[in-house]
């Protein structure tokens, strides 16, 4: 068995160990997450709508760490040729994939009561949302800011003025962090498991390829 075979095999004794494990912390962060996402308090003008928060943020952080780990991946592939690193940027592209259209549909549902339409991608437009977001409501329009806070900052656009650290309310950064933490644990448990199948098919393909020039040249004797 060659020094491959070895880590191989070593990764496939790990995940078959890992995997229950890991699936139950992700029920478990998802349990606490969507129970505490469900007692969150509406927003002052948001309303219920705020909720969409909770899986739109989570997955838009997420898909930012799928991109770096295929990254990663690809350069240790390249750089060191390590069969694993190559596995795992071909299971993370469809996982990436996944999540990113989770993003794209949260977010078209979270704009929609805002700006009475889904979004809209234009440079401007989402300029002026995202800076009528960070500065709160818009008395001239009955308390209501014509735009909702973007993902990347939404910690920081629920703060009042001058006020330091995470600014987004326990009873909301609460439920966002253990839903974040779900995300990520749901993203590891499938990402060890397609590596684990990725694995096992290649093995199964080279059996097949061996068994096949076996047959081959035992029929030209």
Known sequence: MTAID???????????RALPWLAGATLLAFGLGLTASLAAPDDYWQGATVQIMFLHVPSAWLITL????MSAAAIITLGWRHP????MAKAAAPLGTAFTFMWLVSG???????LGTYWVWEGRGASRASGAARRGPDPCRGG???G??????????????????PAIHPAM???LLLMALAFVLLFVTLQVAALRNEIL???VYAGRLAQAAASAGQGCR
């Open 6 to 16: 070895r880590s191989l095999a070593r990764f496939l004794s790990f995940a078959g």
């Open 144 to 146: 209501h800011a014509p």
């Open 201 to 203: 098919r290649q093995r």
């Open 84 to 87: 694993l690193a190559g596995v």
């Open 108 to 114: 078209s549902l979270w704009e929609r009561p805002m």
């Open 66 to 69: 799928i991109w770096v780990v």
């Open 173 to 175: 950064l609460t439920p």
């Open 148 to 165: 909702h806070p973007v993902p990347g900052g939404v910690v920081e656009q629920f703060a009042p003025a001058g006020r330091a650290g």
